[in-house]
């Protein structure tokens, strides 16, 4: 089976890089998939998105991405995001927590820790 080569790089550290079948992304224009053979394109993640990227192997590698964007050229993915969290690193009660603080203010700085909060509970799997 085809593969991509795949780097999910946070301002902090890199998260992840190897060889994957897909990686799934919410950009400002919409969810996209990427396979082997994709057009080359330029993606701003959308706020509070999720990456998920299947492995070669077949799993899922969940994160939530914050700001940044999606690269896709012929030599494979790269995921550029100012912040970013493997969904086995989340604090499931913290972003909760983190939800609720923000979520009673209507300022700019709230909507984005609402995002930031909503994105971790989603790549947790947990429901928003």
Avoid: C, Y
């Avoid at 085809?2 to 946070?10: D, G, K, P, R, S």
């Avoid at 995921?79 to 983190?98: F, H, M, P």
């Avoid at 939800?99 to 984005?112: N, Q, T, Y």
């Amino acid at each position: 089976m085809a593969t991509l080569q795949v780097e999910l790089v946070a301002v902090e550290r890199k998260i992840w890089s190897g060889e994957a079948r897909m990686v799934i992304a919410r950009t400002t224009e919409g969810e996209l998939g990427v396979l082997p053979g994709h057009a080359p394109m330029l993606g701003e993640l959308a706020p509070g998105g999720v990456v998920t990227i299947r492995t070669e192997t077949g799993e899922d590698l969940t994160v939530a991405a914050h700001g940044g964007f999606l690269s896709v050229t012929e030599s494979g993915v790269s995921i550029l995001a100012e912040t970013a969290e493997i969904s086995t690193e989340i604090d499931v009660e913290r972003a909760r927590e983190a939800l609720r603080r923000a979520g009673s203010a209507d300022d700019e700085e709230s909507l984005d820790a609402v995002r930031r909060a909503q994105s971790r509970l989603r790549a947790a799997g947990e429901t928003v």
